[in-house]
């Protein structure tokens, strides 16, 4: 009996601190895109269907993929650095 406790108290403990950490990205239209590194890209112009932000960056549409998105303190943030960004075609 004592072991089901535990377990019940572990789930109580551990499910909520996961669920706070895997949040999903929120990509809308004006929301502020930032590079891996902190450095502020610009605000998203458009997204695209698969969820992907289209930016402007140095006077130029660049299209974020979707997959490099993430939610990190709040903040739209891309794992590629403006670097990277600027290479994408």
Not at 25 to 40: D, Y
Not at 49 to 78: E, Y
Request: aromatic share 2%; proline share 4%; hydrophobic share 45%.
């Amino acid at each position: 009996m004592k072991n089901s406790w535990l377990v019940i108290v572990m789930c109580a403990v551990v499910l909520p601190a996961a669920a706070q950490t895997s949040s999903a990205p929120v990509v809308e239209k004006g929301k502020m895109l930032v590079a891996a590194n902190g450095a502020r890209l610009g605000t998203v112009q458009r997204v695209s269907p698969d969820g992907g932000a289209q930016v402007i960056v140095d006077g130029r549409m660049v299209a974020i993929p979707g997959n490099t998105l993430s939610a990190t303190n709040g903040k739209l943030t891309t794992s590629l650095t403006k670097s990277e960004v600027l290479a994408l075609h």
